[in-house]
């Protein structure tokens, strides 16, 4: 039964897909522009991700249109797209608190709704889950669809097609939509968009397609902010059986014409303004600079003088700042996609030949590559160079992509250097240091956000080069009784809670190394103090902290040690210092501990 609401809004109305499915298919395109309008009016004022969900109002529309979920189960991939599903799956009210501590997440999430049929925030995992869901549904006896919906980029991955090869093969009901906007964050590369594109274009003739050669029923491409069109070909799959592929063309930013223009800038723009769509402009005078931009700049200006480097990352050329050395030397600096296993063992045949690779990843990417970076590079002990972004909590991105594991799940690699720089011109040097070149792999470590030096203050990057001592750990501050052990960036919240307490006695010391440890420094360090307190923005079990620890029982020291970091538990979403106060790690929490 179709209802006709008297009520100039549509959207007011719609609190589930089944309200959704009440309208006349005629009153689905006000429906889009009152969604599309709902998720800017948010997301000006909230911030978030903003180009992907406005790619996919239509697509979002037609499937909780044509399909009955979450009887029928939706998988969408990495999840920067699904603001439009939270909004149609009954958290429009909650919308206002996506990302915030406490509100929604800012991906689909299973323990949040049951609309969300799998957890994402990493790409390429959409096909796998959802074949694995119709296979089960198969053998369970269930008639059900299960859609996937994945990007140009994240189809790239090897994981989306180990997914494809797998599928072709069964006669699971299953269905990849393929959402081709020809951009991730930032523009989407390989022969795969290449390929695409002359499908699009119309130049790759049916006969030749390599999704039909793998089995599937391929459709498209059809136009994806067509919705009668859309919806029709989504009716007319629902009756076809086995596995199949529609492949429609979107507009990253849909509806929002810088966005349209700008689809790297408003993939996640921050604040800005709804009516005209110009981001607020952010006073960055005498602020310091990221660390992805001292990284670089800082291997930029190493590349001039040494032909021999190198710079790979598996599609964060802008996250990263790689794209200023991509930029001056593109035979020199290359973006893979999203392949992070293939980052790491290219990066490792190039070190075969003498080249010094600077591989640079998301921590919480790292992830992806954890054999490669054990198996290709350490077990060989071949000098790559991890510049591992956004490591410790990230905020509002939450638990997918807090890199909290990498000290934990790296310290326990043979042959691995591991290093935090406690600000940004220990992360020069370390680069510095590493360019001239190792006898081993080094994992260099730094946070999301900006250092602490005002750039008028210090000229950060005019400061001359001094090479870092491997191993080498220092004094901050001296101290009695109780020693602090840092390591890294979040090393400075001691730093600001010992200034403000009036006579503080605790010592302060930096390890920037990991691994290997100062065991000299350590060996003083435990006959003058004590309490021995570790902090780290990282994992506490297998971490800085637990290094300390078998140190301690090695040598048989009984002095008492407590240990601060990310607990052993999922951190959600939240401002960083939200975040850090939960974990017991700000200044304010360090202040009272140390004060005692």
Known sequence: MYICYMSDKLLQHINNPTDLRKLETTQLPQLAKELRDFIIDVVAVKEGHLGASLGVVELTIALHYVFYTPEDLLVWDVGHQAYGHKILTERKDKFHTNRQLGGISGFPKRSESNYDTFGVGHSSTSISAALGMAIASQLKG??????????????????????????????????????????????????????????????????????????????????????????????????????????????????????????????????????????????????????????????????????????????????????????????????????????????????????????????????????????????????????????????????????????????????????????????????????????????????????????????????????????????????????????????NNVTLALQKISNATAAHYDFGFVKPLDESLLHEIFTSFETIITLEDGAIKGGFGSAIIEFAAQNKYTNKIQTLGVPDVFIEHGTLEELQKICGIDTNSLVQLLSN
């Open 142 to 491: 269930e008639n059900k669809h299960h859609i996937a919906v994945i990007g140009d980029a994240s189809i790239a991955s090897g994981m989306a097609f180990e997914g494809l090869n797998h599928a072709g093969v069964t006669d699971a009901n299953l269905l990849v939509i393929l959402n081709d906007n020809a951009i991730g964050i930032d523009p989407s590369v390989g022969a795969l968009k290449q390929y695409l594109t002359s499908v699009k274009e119309g130049k790759n003739p049916k006969q030749n397609n390599m999704i039909k050669s793998l089995n599937f029923d391929y459709s498209g491409p059809i136009d994806g902010h067509d919705l009668p069109k859309l919806i029709s070909e989504l009716e007319r799959l629902k009756k076809v059986k086995g596995p199949k592929f529609l492949h429609i063309i979107t507009t990253k930013g849909k509806g929002l014409q810088q966005a349209e223009e700008d689809q790297v800038k408003y993939h996640a723009p921050g604040k800005f303004d709804k009516k005209t769509g110009d981001i607020h402009p952010k006073s960055e005078e005498n602020l310091p600079l990221k660390f992805q931009d001292v990284f670089g700049w800082t291997l930029l200006d190493l590349a001039q003088t040494n032909e021999k480097i190198i710079g790979i990352t598996p599609a964060m050329p802008s996250g990263s700042s790689l794209k200023y050395m991509m930029d001056a030397f593109p035979e020199r600096a290359f973006d893979v996609g999203i392949a992070e296993q293939h980052a790491v063992t290219l990066s490792a045949g190039m070190a075969t030949q003498g080249m010094v690779v600077f591989c640079t990843i998301y921590s919480t990417f790292l992830q992806r590559a954890y054999d490669q970076v054990i198996h290709d590079v350490a077990l060989q002990n071949l000098p790559v160079i991890f510049c591992l972004d956004r490591a410790g909590l990230v905020g509002e991105d939450g638990a997918t992509h807090h890199g909290v594991f990498d000290l934990a799940y790296l310290r326990c690699i043979p042959n691995l250097i591991i290093y935090a720089p406690k600000d940004e011109i220990d992360l020069r040097n370390i680069l510095y240091t590493a360019s001239l070149g190792l006898d081993h792999p080094i994992a260099i470590r730094y946070p999301r956000g900006r250092g602490k030096y005002p750039n008028s203050e210090v000229q950060i990057l005019k400061k001359p080069f001094e090479k870092i001592e491997i191993g080498k750990a220092h004094l901050l501050k001296s101290g009695s009784k109780t020693a602090v052990l840092s390591t890294g960036f979040i090393g």
